[in-house]
């Protein structure tokens, strides 16, 4: 059965930095991503790396995220940096087998259940 369990959302102050973690269980995944969902809004591409480190980004974070991947783990990690409240959301850990870099939800599925993050002013 394949799983996907983030951790590390929270609270923190504008500027602040926060990592997350998605521990995926039941199988390997080439591409592992991270989405976030604000209220009221679509859900939206945030990260997603591959197999071999190959990494892309949302314009919006570019610059201030990292993602990253410990194959031997079977975890990937967002490190962020420099939060804005605009980065309040849930953020969402995704996983797909395609090898291809996809930035839209629907390519992925395999999903955890989300961490909250806010970022306060």
């Known amino acids: 059965q394949v799983q996907l369990v983030e951790s590390g959302g929270g609270l923190v102050q504008a500027g602040g930095s926060l990592t997350l973690s998605c521990a995926a269980s039941g199988r390997t995944f080439s591409m592992l991503g991270w989405f976030r969902q604000a209220p009221g809004k679509e859900r939206e591409f945030v990260a997603v790396i591959s197999w071999s480190g190959g990494t892309r980004y949302a314009d919006s974070v570019k610059g201030r995220f990292t993602i990253s991947r410990d194959n031997g783990k079977n975890t990937v990690y967002l490190q962020m940096n420099s939060l804005k409240p605009d980065d309040t959301a849930v953020y969402y850990c995704?996983?797909?087998?395609?090898?291809?870099?996809?930035?839209?939800?629907?390519?992925?599925?395999?999903w955890g259940q989300g961490t909250q993050v806010t970022v306060s002013s």
């Open positions: 995704a996983a797909q087998n395609t090898g291809i870099f996809m930035t839209h939800a629907a390519a992925f599925g395999s």
